[in-house]
């Protein structure tokens, strides 16, 4: 397990607003992630060609990818006290992406930003820093394994740049923060 990610950082986050992952689900966090970096949505066919933010709220693709976002961050969470099996989970989500969807990984985590910026913001009386600080290093986490998923498969190394291409995770995902801005050249090498 990643230095700094404990069992206490799992009641922290259990700590989150009881409806958050409802909220989530429908799909806020995955809408902004697409409208401010179009550029993901080249890995998906079905929805690639949506511009427009209501469009991307109604549509049912779009609708149960996030939920399997959302499940995928659950089964982490929920997990925590096994190292094996968050491992196991975040390889295989790694492996998939870079295997058979092709996604760079810097999508990971720059959608895991997005999702901690929009938690702060719709949940700010409820979400204390302790709490926004285990989500942040929980964040670290999943991008640590994700990345090692992809050298792992042998991600080619012209890509290998882009794992640390726009900086360590942030320390805190409080409003304000430049994740909802459009990449920049800094984004990528």
């Known amino acids: 397990m990643q230095p700094g990610v404990h069992m206490g950082h799992q009641e922290e986050m ?7 992952g409802d909220f989530l ?6 809408c902004r992630f697409f409208v401010n970096f179009p550029s993901a949505k080249q890995y998906f066919s079905q929805f690639k060609h949506m511009e427009e933010p209501l469009e991307m709220e109604r549509s049912p693709q779009l609708r149960k990818h996030a939920c399997r976002v959302m499940g995928a961050l659950n089964t982490v969470v929920e997990n925590l006290h096994d190292p094996e099996k968050v491992s196991s989970v975040l390889a295989l989500v790694g492996k998939a992406h870079a295997l058979k969807h092709k996604v760079e990984p810097v999508y990971f985590k720059i959608l895991s930003g997005v999702i901690l910026e929009v938690i702060a913001e719709e949940f700010a009386n409820d979400f204390p820093p302790e709490t926004q600080r285990a989500w942040a290093k929980l964040r670290g986490l999943i991008y640590s394994h994700v990345t090692a998923a992809y050298k792992e498969v042998g991600w080619p190394a012209g890509h290998a740049a882009l794992f640390g291409a726009i900086g360590p995770p942030l320390s805190s995902p409080l409003p304000g923060s430049t994740l909802s801005r459009r990449p920049s050249s800094e984004d990528t090498p």
């Open 14 to 20: 259990r700590q989150s607003p009881k409806d958050l």
């Open 25 to 30: 689900s429908r799909r806020p966090a995955v």
